[in-house]
């Protein structure tokens, strides 16, 4: 669901914006009453709701807010906002798995608490994205993941082949309270929207647990850290702080000094060097340390291309080889571990318990799936992962039918190749590499 931005908004965003970047060092001092502006609050929630998202603590979903009257809703938060009386309600935790077979903890704000928290967002975010730096690329307007790729690609084959693969330790849940809000205030001056930020930070934690009873924790109270995966506000916390490692790397003089240059995407990120890219890690240690954050260790290594690879953001960086000439270069391929991830996507999707589903439906979903993830993954030669997801999905739906008409016999002589995708209509991502300029490159 696409959604415009009211004027009035965009107004209010372009005067901040142009203020801020006109004038690095202004500081706002009237930010508070805007949040509970009607036409700031009112699309706020709905930008929530386009995101969809499940309830929060209290239970309330978007069908109980519009039975009940979205306007009335909204007038009753914004009168809490403006009396001062609004008080966040603790985050609902939940765990979604990782790739490694670990848990990712996300918070899920009340449905009322994500309202107010994309109400500041629309407020603050024109006034810090003057101050972010080109080289972060998450969570912005006209930047993306593949751009971030894109300018690793670049500084690759500008002779930057000594790689900082750096990981961060649980980055969201160890960001500094203190020194993030000092980050805030440098631009704002508002204290009620200091406070109200504060407060959510501060928000205690609920966890239902295996059977079934609530536990509450206010750790990031209690040790003044933590921003919630998950809440609106986050993403824009979490650059705003890495700004100032991305900005003191160069105002040190590290990136001229080691010419290494970082590449920032939310909590991922890696260092281009031209050599000295051991000495870079060591900077890089020493001034997370600084910022109160964690390397970890584990993932964290020197790859020196190009003998070695790398992955970020998706992509295994290194050597690859020309099909038509066998010409080695160095390059970008959807790395094995997500192409494993959107094979086990569709096996979830083509389980025999879904049997119950119509052909349509399942070819839909599958389909979906496989235009959305080969979207992401059209940078560098991609034919053979493509081929690999494709030859997968096949088998796959081919399993899926043949339980569901309960067909005895050899399943690809009743369901054969071809028919998976002229008859049932599975997409072909192999066609789409034609039109790639760096699909067989």
């Known amino acids: 669901m696409s959604l415009t931005t009211p004027a009035s908004v965009q107004k209010l965003q372009t005067a901040l914006h142009d203020k801020a970047k006109e004038s690095p060092d202004f500081r706002f001092y009237a930010l508070y009453d805007k949040v509970y502006r009607k ?55 939940v765990y979604i798995p990782k790739p490694d077979g670990k848990q990712r903890p996300l918070g899920v704000p009340a449905i009322r608490d994500r309202a107010a928290e994309m109400a ?27 751009d971030a790729v894109r300018y690793v690609h670049k500084l690759i084959n500008a002779g930057h082949e000594e790689i900082v693969d750096a990981d961060l330790s649980s980055y969201f849940d ?22 109200l930020i504060k407060m ?3 928000a205690p934690v609920e966890e239902t647990d295996e059977r079934g009873n609530k536990h509450r924790s206010t750790r990031n109270r209690d040790e003044g850290r933590g921003s919630p995966q998950g809440s609106p506000i986050s993403p824009l916390l979490s650059n705003l702080y890495m700004r100032r490692f991305v900005l003191g790397w160069k105002r040190l003089g ?19 060097c031209r050599g000295k890219a051991e000495e870079a890690l060591g900077t890089m240690r020493n001034m997370m340390t600084k910022l109160k954050l964690t390397v ?3 993932k964290t ?54 049997t119950q589903l119509d052909q349509e439906t399942v070819v839909a979903t ?15 030669p991609v034919s053979k992962a493509y081929r690999a997801v494709e030859r997968h999905a096949r088998k796959r739906l081919r399993r899926w039918l043949c339980a569901k008409h309960h067909t005895q016999g050899v399943a690809i002589k009743q369901f054969p190749d071809a028919s998976m995708h002229d008859k049932f209509g599975l997409v072909r991502l192999t066609t789409r590499t034609s039109s790639l300029p760096w699909a067989t490159s």
């Open 39 to 93: 036409d700031v609050l009112a699309y706020a929630y709905q930008c929530c709701k386009a995101n969809g998202g499940a309830a929060g603590v209290d239970g309330q979903t978007f069908e109980d807010i519009e039975a009940y009257g979205v306007e009335r809703w909204l007038d009753e938060l914004a009168q809490e906002l403006k009396s001062r009386t609004y008080q966040p309600l603790p985050v609902r935790r």
């Open 120 to 146: 500041a967002v629309l407020v603050l975010e024109p006034i810090f994205e003057a101050d972010l730096q080109p080289e972060q690329y998450a969570y912005r307007q006209d930047r993306s993941a593949l």
């Open 174 to 195: 160890t960001l500094p309270h203190s020194e993030l809000l000092k980050s805030v205030a440098r631009r704002v001056v508002d204290g009620a929207m200091l406070h």
């Open 200 to 202: 959510w930070l501060e």
């Open 254 to 272: 590290h990136e001229k000094r080691l010419q290494a240059y970082i590449v920032n995407y939310a909590d991922d990120l890696v260092i281009c």
């Open 296 to 298: 970890n260790e584990k």
């Open 301 to 354: 290594r020197v790859c020196k291309l190009p003998d070695e690879k790398f992955d970020f953001l998706g992509y295994t960086f290194g050597r690859c080889y020309s099909p038509k000439t066998g010409r080695a270069y160095l390059g970008t391929t959807p790395s094995k571990k997500r192409v494993q991830r959107i094979c086990g996507a569709i096996s979830e999707e083509t389980r025999r318990s879904k």
């Open 366 to 380: 599958l389909n979906r799936m496989m235009i959305g993830w080969a979207n992401y993954f059209c940078l560098g």
